[in-house]
């Protein structure tokens, strides 16, 4: 479809010759493949500026409550493809480039992922600025602007290795640089009364400013904005200092402004780690409270009316801070009583949890929070003391009540982040419906009783544009043969494929677009690694950061079980299978690192061993990021989702791969528990102990060592493992590794192994009957629309923000 009639790629061309020569500075005859690139993106992003324009224009007219989203992480991936898509350009702008010998695709892949986050929670920030968009709801996005964001990860000898992320190195078409839009951020320094007032007087101040990137829904419903922020020193060079010859030192406060936007995540083991963390979070949250203040007294007057005019979304604790500090532009900049205050921040606020976690459960020691924020530890004071009155009026225990406060007095004292943003905000929400139950029983169970009606549920979602109709135009091509193309503006239509799942030549057809996909995967893979890959053979994925609760050590265990047990049986009819792995540690994750050096081990050794006659392969897929999950995706046919049950809030891979007609093989956790409940249990694997039989073990005091006896080809396989046979160059290397699974096994892979060994084999004879796995196959896609990230989003819209 296109918009305006008007945007032929006659048109179009003369745009981007237009742009090449006067925005690029480029004679086409000399440009290079990346000012063709600019000049593209610089093209369609004047036409996506016409519409940013026109809706804008429409909020303010319509004086439309907007919805700000506060994240820092934006996993956004590439935009040209999206972008073209969503604007129903694609075709224009494919002929356009044509004119000048030069292939669409090829252009896209120049264009560098924008790393500006670390999993799912940033991917899930980036579907629902998409979605956002698409329902036309008018929000900004706010965030980092990180040079250098997640780092890159190389592989090197089989260990993972950190290298910079230079995603900015050629410029960003996309953005806007709105210096105009700049606001103070201050540090340390101390509070002082005044005859008005209390005033912070800040030690140290570092400027925001707002770069813009435009957000297009599908069939460029509205255009939203993504803005992140860079900091810069308010005097970027000491002059004086310099011509005295100290340049450094002349520079160093522009050096620790950008300290401040380098990296997501900098290590936080060390104290000054810790510092650099709680800095990015508070500048962040605070130049965008500023800005929402601000638009909102500047067009509606009145600050009392906020809560109807925006509504806040922090996603995760890392904006927690975002309560003090709009607590505090209330009341020390705006005059409003503290309770007040209180009731306007409440009611503007929402929160989401993402794990259960302890360890991931932030909080700031307090000496530290109170010397970088003196004021907001006030207010924190305040805060506190009337939420513990009203527990102690509610007739709380002395326990509850410790279990309640913003403070921990366990051992040093503590700012807890999780217990402030549930107090701030109206509504508290998990992302999955087991994780909302569980954080009603578990890390919330007191502020729960206290405020019953505040957790609920708002099961995540995906953008089917980018991860159907993008990344797999075959299937959607296919899709939309055999049952129109309502379901590309609703996901929720693809249930009309129910009714055909045993039609054969539609399995059929299916089939011959995964198989495309895998050998343009096998391809690819092939150039990344130079591994050769079958691509009749089974793909089998886990591809999601490497963390000992998804499990990826349990998937390995069982590969070298699968490794055993084709070198026994030779004679048996093995399925084909290509293991494929992929994903991050954290840099400081030692155990993550060694799976990850386990995983690279296993693939050398299997892939040069005759024996196995190519029955398997493992590869592991080096950087993972959004653009190889959308290579990857469409080619797998199994998808791995084995974290132990009560540990994955919800997942979003797992739609992914089901939207894209993969089966999965998972455990009941996180939202694979309402997958399979969509999808049917004759279409799903379902292994392993529930999320209450975990409990259950762990508190009655589990002995993996007993089921280890107890299974062989358990412990055949970890006694591989941990003897050297996949290390001989370091024999000892996984033994303290396979140690920890003998010695308390925290994740249950030694309870859940042989449970999952089995679900393996029955997908290994379910494969045997292709039919059947079409059929499969076409139920999961039919009955998956409902993780589309529009209904997320719509509910979000509904019960959270009340807009629309
Ligand atoms: C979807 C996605 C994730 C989340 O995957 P999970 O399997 O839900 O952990 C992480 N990274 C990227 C690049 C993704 O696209």
């Given amino acids: 479809m296109t918009l305006d009639p008007a945007s032929s790629a006659a048109q179009l061309d003369a745009l981007i010759l237009d742009v090449l020569r006067h925005r690029v500075g480029k004679d086409e005859l000399a440009a290079k493949p990346h000012d063709w690139f600019n000049a593209t993106v610089l093209a369609l992003r004047d036409r996506i500026i016409d519409r940013w324009i026109a809706t804008t224009r429409r909020t303010y007219e319509t ?16 935009l040209l493809r999206d972008a073209l898509a969503n604007m129903g350009l694609t075709r224009d702008m494919e002929k356009a480039l044509r004119e000048h010998g030069l292939d669409l695709t090829v252009l896209e892949d120049l264009e560098p992922d924008a790393a500006l986050g670390n999993g799912g929670l940033g991917r899930l920030a980036a579907c629902f600025m998409e979605s956002l968009a698409t329902l036309d709801i008018p929000a900004y996005g706010y965030g980092i602007r ?63 400013s707002a770069v813009d990137t435009p957000v297009v829904g599908w069939r460029g419903a509205r255009v939203n904005t993504l803005r992140l922020w860079t900091a810069t020193a308010l005097e970027p060079i000491k002059l004086d200092a310099f011509n005295a010859g100290d340049h450094f030192g002349a520079l160093a406060d522009e050096v620790r402004a950008d300290a401040l936007v380098r990296v997501l995540y900098p290590a936080d083991s060390s104290p000054a780690g ?48 975002a309560v003090a500090e709009l607590m505090r532009l209330l009341v020390d900049q705006h005059g409003l009583e503290f309770g007040e205050a209180w009731d306007v921040t409440r009611r503007t606020i929402a929160y989401t949890n993402h794990t259960l976690l302890p360890e991931a459960l932030e909080s700031w020691p307090l000496p530290l929070f109170e010397r970088m924020l003196p004021r907001h530890m006030q207010i924190i004071y305040a805060i506190n003391s009337r939420v513990l009155r009203e527990a102690r009026k509610a007739g709380m225990s002395d326990q509850q009540i410790a279990a309640i406060s913003l403070i921990d007095e366990n051992g040093e004292r503590r700012v807890r982040m999780a217990n402030l943003a549930f107090v701030g905000a109206h509504s ?43 990344c797999n135009p075959g299937l959607t091509g296919v899709i939309r043969d055999a049952i129109g193309p309502a379901f590309l503006d609703d996901a929720e239509q693809l249930t009309a494929l129910n009714a055909l799942a045993g039609d054969a030549a539609l399995g059929e057809r299916i089939a011959e677009v995964k198989r495309a996909n895998k050998v343009a995967l096998a391809r690819h893979l092939k150039d990344l690694t130079g591994v050769r890959l079958d691509p009749d053979a089974l793909f089998d994925v886990q591809i999601k950061r490497i963390h000992e609760y998804k499990r990826q050590l349990l998937n390995l265990v069982e590969t070298v079980a699968l490794y055993d047990q084709i070198r026994s049986h030779p004679e048996r009819d093995w ?37 196995v006659g190519g029955l398997l392969k493992v ?49 009941l956790d996180g939202a694979n528990v309402e997958i399979k409940d969509r999808v049917g249990d004759d279409n ?42 996949f290390s001989p160059d370091d024999p000892d290397r996984y033994r303290d590794l396979i140690g920890g699974i003998h010695d308390h096994d925290w994740f249950l892979i030694a309870a859940d192994f ?51």
């Fill in 684 to 725: 799903i694997f379902i292994f392993g102990l529930t999320a209450e039989e975990v409990e259950q073990r762990r508190a009655e005091g589990y002995q993996p060592a007993d089921i280890i006896a107890g299974s062989r080809e358990l412990q055949q396989a970890l006694s591989a493992i941990a003897s050297g046979v």
């Fill in 575 to 611: 399925v084909p299978r290509v293991k494929i792995f992929g994903g991050k540690a954290a840099p400081s994750y030692h155990n993550a690192k060694l799976i990850i050096k386990l995983a690279n081990d296993i693939a050398r050794r299997v892939n040069s061993d005759p024996s």
């Fill in 754 to 804: 042989d449970s999952y060994a089995a679900a393996q084999r029955r997908v290994d004879a379910y494969w045997t009957d292709q039919a059947a796995w079409r059929r499969s196959a076409i139920h999961n896609i039919a009955n998956v629309g409902w993780f589309s990230s529009d209904r997320t989003i719509g509910e979000y819209a509904r019960d959270i923000w009340g807009v629309k």
């Fill in 428 to 470: 508290v929400n998990g992302v999955a419906a087991l994780h909302t139950e569980l954080m009603k029983s578990t890390v919330f169970a007191d502020l729960h009783a206290l405020y019953p009606a505040r957790i609920n549920n708002k099961t995540n979602g995906v953008t089917p544009r980018r991860w159907l109709q993008q």
């Fill in 63 to 78: 004086k439309g409550k907007r919805v700000y989203y506060l994240s820092l992480e934006f996993l956004i991936g590439r």
């Fill in 146 to 208: 990180y040079v250098n964001g997640m780092f890159r990860q190389r592989i090197v000898d089989g260990w993972q290795v950190e290298r910079p992320e230079t995603w900015l190195a050629h410029g960003n078409p996309w953005e806007f640089d709105r210096r105009e839009s700049a606001y103070r951020v201050g540090f340390g320094g101390e509070v002082v009364e005044t005859a008005e007032g209390v005033e912070w007087k800040p030690a140290e101040q570092i400027e925001a």
């Fill in 274 to 321: 810790q510092e650099l963390r709680l800095r990015q979070e508070y500048f962040f949250s605070s130049a965008s409270i500023q800005d929402i203040v601000r638009r909102h007294v500047q067009f509606h007057g009145d600050v009392r009316t906020l809560p109807d005019q925006a509504a806040i979304q922090l996603n995760d604790t890392h904006p927690s801070v």
């Fill in 619 to 667: 590869v592991f897929v080096p950087n993972y990021n959004v653009s190889l999950a959308e290579r990857i995706i469409p080619a797998a046919d199994l998808s791995e989702q084995i974290s132990t049950a009560g540990m994955e809030a919800s997942g979003t891979g797992n739609m992914k791969f089901a939207l894209n007609g993969a089966l999965t093989i998972g455990t």
